[in-house]
């Protein structure tokens, strides 16, 4: 066997471990490889489309073992998922500790508001002021928030407020995808049981968080999606306004773009 030879059976061994681990099979694939040289362009193609075929095969057939071996069991629910109202649900996982956030907040903050509300605001995580008292945006920029909503004719009191996350992220930090996805849940239970007609996301984490879009703010800005039987807005976090005061003009065609569609839907009672 010349060297070019030995070169090309070693390469293609090495390949097959990378791929398969240390079952060797399929020499036949091995000697049309090692043909390559001799037989250029035709024979290469058909090499390759050959260990395609070979990996696809081996993934399908390891997919229908599994698949005959593992029977679909369902998740067991946990006791929260049951909860009729929301005082029920928050008393079921104000002790939550399913991310590392658990261990650094000071209070649980579970949401705040009318449990019967047409409107529900979601902002990202709780802050230093509402990890301090266990209620979201009672800071600056949750007076900044009750500004806005009489703005357009709403009371705090008449609207929910929540978070993506429900202990604060240390530093203020945006919450990481991790902690997104351990919390959501208990947010959509909220959404579940408040049933709300319109929904206001604040920022984008907020918003990538509950539409779980990968899309800029100005993209996601003046556009009604939908969740569940919901419509969502998108508009800048009452934080960021309190840092860009130049946002505050957009935020306020955002909300009156709200207020519009929530009449709307008041409509269609
Ligand atoms: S952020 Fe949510 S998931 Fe994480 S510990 Fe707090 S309540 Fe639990």
Redesign the pocket.
């Known amino acids: 066997m010349n060297e070019k030879l030995q070169d090309l059976l070693l390469q293609s061994l090495i390949d097959q471990k990378e791929i398969f681990g240390d079952e060797l099979f399929e020499t036949k694939n091995l000697k049309r490889r090692t043909s390559v040289e001799f037989e250029p362009k035709i024979q290469q193609s058909e090499v390759v489309k050959s260990q395609k075929e070979i990996i696809s095969e081996k993934i399908l057939s390891s997919k229908n073992e599994n698949l005959k071996e593992i029977p679909l069991i369902e998740e067991p629910k946990e006791k929260w998922q049951f909860s009729s109202n929301l005082d029920e649900l928050n008393k079921l ?1 104000c002790e ?4 590392p ?2 261990k650094t ?1 000071n209070k ?1 903050v579970f949401g705040t508001g009318n449990p019967n509300a047409d409107v529900l605001v979601v902002g990202e995580g709780p802050g230093a002021d509402e990890d301090a008292q266990g209620l979201p945006f009672v800071g600056r920029a949750g007076k900044l928030l009750t500004d806005i909503l009489k703005a357009i004719n709403f009371s705090r009191e008449e609207v929910y407020i929540a978070n993506i ?3 604060r992220p240390p530093a203020n930090r945006t919450p990481l995808p991790a ?1 997104m996805e ?2 959501l849940p ?1 947010l959509n239970k909220q959404i579940e049981l408040i049933n709300p007609k319109v929904i206001l996301c604040l920022g984008l984490t907020s918003a990538l968080g509950l539409l779980k879009k990968r899309e800029s703010l100005t993209n996601l800005r003046g556009k009604v999606f939908d969740f569940g039987k919901a419509k969502v807005m998108v508009t800048y976090h009452p934080a960021a306004l309190l840092r860009n005061p130049n946002w505050k003009r957009g935020c306020w065609e955002d909300v009156q773009l709200f207020r519009k569609l929530y009449d709307e839907m008041a409509q269609l009672k």
């Not at 939550?96 to 991310?99: A, E, N, S």
Request: hydrophobic share 25%; glycine share 6%.
């Open positions: 996982i939550c500790q399913k991310c956030l658990g907040r649980f996350v429900k202990c902690e351990s919390c208990y």
